[in-house]
Protein backbone atom coordinates (compact mmCIF):
# COMPACT_ATOMS: atom_id res chain seq x y z
CA UNK A 1 0.00 0.00 0.00
CA UNK A 2 1.37 3.16 -0.83
CA UNK A 3 2.42 5.92 1.79
CA UNK A 4 0.03 8.78 2.47
CA UNK A 5 1.90 12.29 1.72
CA UNK A 6 1.61 13.11 5.78
CA UNK A 7 3.55 9.56 6.73
CA UNK A 8 6.69 10.61 4.74
CA UNK A 9 8.79 12.87 6.00
CA UNK A 10 12.52 13.87 4.81
CA UNK A 11 15.55 12.75 6.44
CA UNK A 12 18.10 15.48 7.46
CA UNK A 13 21.17 15.10 5.82
CA UNK A 14 22.73 18.54 7.31
CA UNK A 15 21.74 21.54 9.13
CA UNK A 16 23.41 24.87 9.20
CA UNK A 17 23.20 28.73 9.52
CA UNK A 18 21.26 29.58 6.83
CA UNK A 19 19.89 26.40 5.29
CA UNK A 20 18.38 22.60 6.31
CA UNK A 21 19.46 19.82 3.86
CA UNK A 22 16.92 17.60 3.87
CA UNK A 23 16.62 13.93 1.17
CA UNK A 24 13.42 13.77 -1.51
CA UNK A 25 11.98 10.37 -0.44
CA UNK A 26 9.92 9.15 -3.57
CA UNK A 27 6.56 7.34 -2.88
CA UNK A 28 7.96 3.97 -2.77
CA UNK A 29 10.13 4.99 0.46
CA UNK A 30 12.97 4.90 -1.30
CA UNK A 31 15.48 7.30 -0.62
CA UNK A 32 17.99 8.22 -3.61
CA UNK A 33 20.17 10.40 -2.42
CA UNK A 34 20.95 8.75 0.89
CA UNK A 35 21.20 4.99 -1.00
CA UNK A 36 23.80 6.74 -3.22
CA UNK A 37 25.98 8.41 0.06
CA UNK A 38 25.32 5.48 2.05
CA UNK A 39 27.28 3.36 -0.82
CA UNK A 40 29.97 5.84 -1.12
CA UNK A 41 33.48 5.05 1.01
CA UNK A 42 33.87 7.29 3.53
CA UNK A 43 36.45 9.25 1.57
CA UNK A 44 34.23 10.07 -0.87
CA UNK A 45 31.18 10.74 1.16
CA UNK A 46 32.85 13.07 3.25
CA UNK A 47 33.89 15.45 0.11
CA UNK A 48 30.04 15.58 -0.38
CA UNK A 49 29.10 15.58 3.37
CA UNK A 50 31.44 18.64 3.17
CA UNK A 51 29.61 20.68 0.72
CA UNK A 52 26.35 20.27 1.94
CA UNK A 53 27.26 21.85 5.45
CA UNK A 54 29.19 24.61 3.13
CA UNK A 55 26.17 25.43 1.33
CA UNK A 56 23.70 25.24 4.88
CA UNK A 57 25.92 27.65 5.98
CA UNK A 58 26.37 30.13 3.32
CA UNK A 59 23.35 29.38 1.52
CA UNK A 60 25.57 29.15 -1.58
CA UNK A 61 28.74 27.62 -2.88
CA UNK A 62 30.96 29.81 -4.91
CA UNK A 63 33.12 27.54 -6.63
CA UNK A 64 31.87 26.51 -10.10
CA UNK A 65 33.37 23.22 -10.18
CA UNK A 66 31.86 22.11 -6.80
CA UNK A 67 28.19 23.59 -7.78
CA UNK A 68 26.13 24.39 -11.06
CA UNK A 69 22.99 24.81 -12.32
CA UNK A 70 21.89 21.92 -14.29
CA UNK A 71 18.63 23.35 -15.33
CA UNK A 72 15.86 25.56 -14.51
CA UNK A 73 15.53 24.77 -10.59
CA UNK A 74 18.14 21.97 -10.76
CA UNK A 75 21.03 22.28 -9.49
CA UNK A 76 24.06 19.70 -8.58
CA UNK A 77 26.84 19.48 -5.87
CA UNK A 78 30.57 18.37 -7.89
CA UNK A 79 33.27 15.98 -6.09
CA UNK A 80 35.67 14.14 -7.28
CA UNK A 81 35.75 10.56 -5.60
CA UNK A 82 38.71 8.11 -5.94
CA UNK A 83 37.81 6.72 -8.87
CA UNK A 84 34.87 8.86 -10.80
CA UNK A 85 33.13 11.77 -10.47
CA UNK A 86 30.09 12.07 -8.16
CA UNK A 87 26.92 14.07 -8.66
CA UNK A 88 24.21 15.16 -6.54
CA UNK A 89 20.87 16.61 -7.82
CA UNK A 90 19.13 19.10 -5.73
CA UNK A 91 16.57 22.18 -5.82
CA UNK A 92 15.86 24.95 -3.76
CA UNK A 93 12.27 25.59 -1.68
CA UNK A 94 12.74 28.25 0.64
CA UNK A 95 15.41 27.62 3.50
CA UNK A 96 15.45 24.20 2.67
CA UNK A 97 17.65 22.21 -0.08
CA UNK A 98 16.67 19.05 -1.09
CA UNK A 99 18.84 16.69 -2.10
CA UNK A 100 17.20 14.42 -4.96
CA UNK A 101 19.22 11.52 -6.65
CA UNK A 102 23.43 11.46 -6.84
CA UNK A 103 25.56 9.40 -9.70
CA UNK A 104 28.89 8.64 -10.54
CA UNK A 105 30.58 10.55 -13.68
CA UNK A 106 33.27 11.40 -15.18
CA UNK A 107 32.71 13.67 -18.17
CA UNK A 108 31.58 16.75 -16.92
CA UNK A 109 28.35 17.57 -18.85
CA UNK A 110 25.79 15.76 -17.13
CA UNK A 111 23.29 13.24 -19.36
CA UNK A 112 20.14 14.00 -19.73
CA UNK A 113 18.73 11.01 -18.43
CA UNK A 114 19.94 12.08 -15.19
CA UNK A 115 18.58 15.36 -15.53
CA UNK A 116 15.52 13.75 -15.99
CA UNK A 117 15.38 11.64 -12.80
CA UNK A 118 16.41 14.37 -10.87
CA UNK A 119 13.37 16.42 -12.32
CA UNK A 120 10.87 13.61 -11.94
CA UNK A 121 12.26 13.04 -7.88
CA UNK A 122 11.75 16.95 -7.63
CA UNK A 123 8.14 16.71 -9.18
CA UNK A 124 7.15 13.93 -6.51
CA UNK A 125 8.76 15.94 -3.61
CA UNK A 126 6.95 18.85 -4.86
CA UNK A 127 3.76 16.46 -5.18
CA UNK A 128 4.18 15.42 -1.58
CA UNK A 129 5.05 18.45 0.44
CA UNK A 130 4.12 21.32 -1.76
CA UNK A 131 6.45 23.70 -3.78
CA UNK B 1 10.46 3.72 4.47
CA UNK B 2 11.16 6.83 7.15
CA UNK B 3 8.44 8.04 8.79
CA UNK B 4 7.70 10.60 11.17
CA UNK B 5 9.36 10.41 14.25
CA UNK B 6 12.54 8.70 13.23
CA UNK B 7 14.38 11.47 12.91
CA UNK B 8 16.95 12.16 15.80
CA UNK B 9 19.54 13.67 14.46
CA UNK B 10 21.01 14.51 10.92
CA UNK B 11 22.95 12.13 8.69
CA UNK B 12 25.85 13.80 9.32
CA UNK B 13 25.72 13.91 12.92
CA UNK B 14 25.45 10.53 12.81
CA UNK B 15 28.16 9.70 10.44
CA UNK B 16 30.19 12.09 12.64
CA UNK B 17 29.95 9.70 15.21
CA UNK B 18 32.93 7.48 13.58
CA UNK B 19 36.29 9.34 14.43
CA UNK B 20 38.16 8.50 10.71
CA UNK B 21 34.95 9.54 9.45
CA UNK B 22 35.11 13.03 11.68
CA UNK B 23 39.01 13.50 10.90
CA UNK B 24 38.24 13.14 6.51
CA UNK B 25 35.82 15.47 7.58
CA UNK B 26 37.81 18.46 8.79
CA UNK B 27 40.22 17.92 5.91
CA UNK B 28 37.52 18.29 3.30
CA UNK B 29 35.70 21.14 5.90
CA UNK B 30 39.43 23.27 5.50
CA UNK B 31 40.07 22.43 2.33
CA UNK B 32 36.46 23.92 1.27
CA UNK B 33 37.25 26.60 3.25
CA UNK B 34 40.11 27.59 1.65
CA UNK B 35 39.14 26.94 -2.05
CA UNK B 36 36.01 28.37 -1.27
CA UNK B 37 37.39 32.24 -0.15
CA UNK B 38 39.57 31.87 -3.65
CA UNK B 39 36.66 31.50 -5.41
CA UNK B 40 35.07 34.12 -3.33
CA UNK B 41 38.40 36.48 -4.01
CA UNK B 42 38.28 35.86 -7.81
CA UNK B 43 34.22 36.52 -8.35
CA UNK B 44 34.97 40.07 -6.06
CA UNK B 45 37.75 40.67 -8.28
CA UNK B 46 36.35 39.67 -11.63
CA UNK B 47 39.46 37.48 -12.30
CA UNK B 48 39.28 34.46 -14.56
CA UNK B 49 41.58 31.24 -13.94
CA UNK B 50 43.23 32.29 -17.28
CA UNK B 51 44.49 35.34 -15.32
CA UNK B 52 45.17 34.05 -12.03
CA UNK B 53 47.19 31.06 -13.56
CA UNK B 54 48.94 34.30 -15.40
CA UNK B 55 49.29 36.06 -12.49
CA UNK B 56 51.10 32.79 -10.80
CA UNK B 57 52.75 32.31 -13.63
CA UNK B 58 51.08 28.47 -13.84
CA UNK B 59 48.97 27.10 -16.54
CA UNK B 60 44.85 27.77 -15.77
CA UNK B 61 44.51 23.36 -15.49
CA UNK B 62 47.50 23.84 -12.67
CA UNK B 63 44.52 26.70 -11.22
CA UNK B 64 41.70 24.58 -11.23
CA UNK B 65 43.79 21.46 -9.88
CA UNK B 66 43.75 23.94 -6.85
CA UNK B 67 40.00 24.79 -6.88
CA UNK B 68 38.71 21.11 -7.22
CA UNK B 69 40.75 20.73 -3.84
CA UNK B 70 42.05 17.23 -4.95
CA UNK B 71 45.94 17.81 -4.53
CA UNK B 72 47.31 18.18 -1.29
CA UNK B 73 47.88 22.23 -1.86
CA UNK B 74 50.78 23.56 0.16
CA UNK B 75 50.41 26.43 2.58
CA UNK B 76 52.90 28.22 0.26
CA UNK B 77 50.34 27.71 -2.86
CA UNK B 78 47.89 29.20 -0.82
CA UNK B 79 49.95 31.97 0.28
CA UNK B 80 50.79 32.80 -3.58
CA UNK B 81 46.90 32.70 -4.45
CA UNK B 82 45.97 35.12 -2.34
CA UNK B 83 48.67 37.78 -2.70
CA UNK B 84 47.90 37.62 -6.31
CA UNK B 85 44.26 38.09 -5.70
CA UNK B 86 45.46 40.87 -2.96
CA UNK B 87 44.56 38.99 0.22
CA UNK B 88 46.05 37.25 2.88
CA UNK B 89 45.46 34.18 5.02
CA UNK B 90 44.73 34.77 9.17
CA UNK B 91 44.47 32.01 11.04
CA UNK B 92 42.76 31.35 14.44
CA UNK B 93 41.43 28.04 16.00
CA UNK B 94 37.53 26.79 17.04
CA UNK B 95 37.25 25.36 20.28
CA UNK B 96 34.67 22.35 19.57
CA UNK B 97 31.83 21.01 22.00
CA UNK B 98 32.61 18.14 23.63
CA UNK B 99 29.53 16.16 23.20
CA UNK B 100 29.11 17.43 19.75
CA UNK B 101 32.03 18.27 17.85
CA UNK B 102 30.54 19.44 15.34
CA UNK B 103 29.47 22.69 17.18
CA UNK B 104 32.15 25.40 17.62
CA UNK B 105 32.13 26.82 21.19
CA UNK B 106 31.27 30.59 20.93
CA UNK B 107 34.63 31.75 22.79
CA UNK B 108 35.63 35.47 21.06
CA UNK B 109 39.06 36.39 21.86
CA UNK B 110 39.78 32.80 23.22
CA UNK B 111 44.11 34.51 22.91
CA UNK B 112 43.22 37.28 25.30
CA UNK B 113 41.65 35.31 28.21
CA UNK B 114 43.79 33.15 29.74
CA UNK B 115 41.52 31.82 32.47
CA UNK B 116 39.73 30.71 29.75
CA UNK B 117 42.23 29.11 27.53
CA UNK B 118 43.70 27.28 31.14
CA UNK B 119 40.52 26.19 31.36
CA UNK B 120 40.38 24.34 28.31
CA UNK B 121 43.21 23.29 27.76
CA UNK B 122 43.27 20.96 30.43
CA UNK B 123 40.47 19.57 28.25
CA UNK B 124 43.02 18.96 25.52
CA UNK B 125 42.14 15.35 24.77
CA UNK B 126 38.69 16.83 23.87
CA UNK B 127 39.54 19.98 22.34
CA UNK B 128 40.65 19.92 18.43
CA UNK B 129 41.64 22.53 16.31
CA UNK B 130 40.87 24.02 12.86
CA UNK B 131 42.28 26.56 10.80
CA UNK B 132 39.61 29.38 9.85
CA UNK B 133 40.44 31.49 7.24
CA UNK B 134 39.76 35.11 7.06
CA UNK B 135 41.27 37.16 4.42
CA UNK B 136 42.07 40.62 4.61
CA UNK B 137 42.15 42.77 2.04
CA UNK B 138 45.82 44.16 1.19
CA UNK B 139 46.84 47.84 0.29
CA UNK B 140 47.69 48.12 -3.06
Known amino acids: ?131 | MIRKGQRMTTKLDQFLQNQEHRRLYEQERLILEITEEICALMNEKDVSRAELAQRLGCSPSNVSQILDGDNNFTVRTIADCLLALGARLSIASERLCESNPNVALDLPDFTYQPEVSMQYSSHSQWVTSEIVPRCHGLAA
Open chain 1, 1 to 131: MAPRADDIERPVVCSGKRITVVAAVRRNGTCPSIQFLDGLSPSDSTKLYALFQRYADDARINNGRKFKRLEDNIWEFKARGRDTGLRVTCYRNGDLLILLSGFRKNEDATEPREVSLATSIMEEDQQLHGG
